[in-house]
T-cell receptor, first 109, second 116 residues
Framework: KNEVEQSPQNLTAQEGEFITINCSYSVGISALHWLQQHPGGGIVSLFMLSSGKKKHGRLIATINIQEKHSSLHITASHPRDSAVYICAVRKGGSEKLVFGKGTKLTVNP | ETGVTQSPTHLIKTRGQQVTLRCSSQSGHNTVSWYQQALGQGPQFIFQYYREEENGRGNFPPRFSGLQFPNYSSELNVNALELDDSALYLC???????????????FGPGTRLTVL
């Protein structure tokens, strides 16, 4: 079993819909990252969380340390949000980032 | 644009050959991490360099090695290439604070390696 699990694996939405992507992890962590990867490979860091909630524009990320769960929400989704969203955790006391397999989001006009 | 660059963008090699991939960090970042991403998978941590010293390593064999230079640019070397080494190789630079948990990583665009 992977230490970081994401769901769903694939997600298709209509423009304007509210999107939720989930991430569960099974190890102690010092931080959790949400990343966005566009076709071609480039990865952009969206959020880094160690507790609570962060908001940036239409993106909201939350983390529940007790439940070992994080969610990434996209409000008023747009076709340009189409990408793979990856959850990654930094294991406590380690330099290593452990990545989920990603959620492929497609937003149709 | 993250300010992190990688070269080359694409590379084709044959089994048994050796390859060197390069990464230039964002200005001032003294930490660089390398990742391997197979098709359809999340990235896997290869190793990290901090101020020219290896500072953590994932589950990769010794034929994966690296260097970090005084200007904090970095190289990933892979010897005796195998077919399964075909992947996107990503580097990410960061400038950790006193507490590792607060660093943000800036990723380069990646080098796509194909081993035939």
């Amino acid at each position: 079993k992977n230490e970081v699990e994401q769901s769903p694996q694939n997600l298709t939405a209509q423009e304007g819909e509210f999107i939720t992507i989930n991430c569960s992890y099974s190890v102690g962590i010092s931080a959790l990252h949400w990343l966005q990867q566009h076709p071609g490979g480039g990865i952009v860091s969206l959020f880094m969380l160690s507790s609570g909630k962060k908001k940036h524009g239409r993106l909201i990320a939350t983390i529940n340390i007790q439940e070992k769960h994080s969610s990434l929400h996209i409000t008023a989704s747009h076709p340009r949000d189409s990408a793979v969203y990856i959850c990654a955790v930094r294991k406590g006391g380690s330099e290593k980032l452990v990545f989920g397999k990603g959620t492929k989001l497609t937003v149709n006009p | 644009e993250t300010g992190v660059t990688q070269s080359p963008t694409h590379l084709i090699k044959t089994r048994g050959q050796q390859v060197t991939l390069r990464c230039s960090s964002q200005s001032g970042h003294n930490t660089v991490s390398w990742y391997q991403q197979a098709l359809g998978q999340g990235p896997q941590f290869i190793f990290q360099y901090y101020r020219e010293e290896e500072n953590g390593r994932g589950n990769f064999p010794p034929r994966f090695s690296g260097l970090q230079f005084p200007n904090y640019s970095s190289e990933l070397n892979v010897n005796a290439l195998e077919l399964d080494d075909s992947a996107l190789y990503l580097c990410a630079s960061s400038l950790p604070s006193l507490h590792t948990s607060t660093d943000t990583q800036y990723f380069g665009p990646g080098t796509r390696l194909t081993v035939l």
